[in-house]
C-alpha cells in the first residue's frame, strides 16, 4: 500500500485547513487509516484515524475540531481541521494499518507541513 498526503500549509490561529491521503496498492488490505503528526523535538502522536468499518479514534486535544472522513470510491482518508491554534504546527503523517500475509504492517506516506500562526 502507497500513501499520498497533501493539503497542509500556512494557515492563521483559528484557521481551517483540510489534508488528504490517497491509497493505492493493495488498499482492500487496509485496517485502518489515520494521521500522526510530530513536532520539532517531540515524539510523533496519533491525531486520529478511522477503521474501515466507520469506527472513528481522536487525541483529545483535537476533540471538536478536527474530523477524519473517508471516500471509499476513490481510496482517499480527509482530515478536516478547524479551529486551528499554534500548537497544532507539525508535521502531518498518513498512516495505514495493513494486513499482510502474517501479520500487520505500518504503510506511511510522506509528511505534510502544518503551520498555525499566532
Known amino acids: 500500500v502507497q500513501l499520498q498526503a497533501s493539503g497542509g500549509g500556512l494557515v492563521q490561529a483559528g484557521g481551517s485547513l483540510r489534508l488528504s491521503c490517497a491509497a493505492s496498492g493493495n488498499v482492500f488490505s487496509i485496517a485502518t487509516t489515520g494521521w500522526y503528526r510530530q513536532a520539532t523535538g517531540k515524539q510523533r502522536e496519533l491525531v486520529a484515524q478511522?477503521?474501515?468499518?466507520?469506527?472513528?479514534n481522536y487525541a483529545d486535544s483535537v476533540k471538536g475540531r478536527f474530523t477524519i472522513s473517508r471516500d471509499n470510491a476513490n481510496n482517499t482518508v480527509y482530515l478536516q481541521m478547524n479551529s486551528l491554534k499554534p500548537e497544532d504546527t507539525a508535521v502531518y503523517y498518513c498512516h495505514a494499518a495493513v494486513a499482510g500475509t502474517i501479520s500487520f504492517y505500518n504503510s506511511w506516506g510522506q509528511g505534510t507541513q502544518v503551520t498555525v500562526s499566532s
Open positions: 478511522i477503521a474501515t468499518g466507520g469506527s472513528t
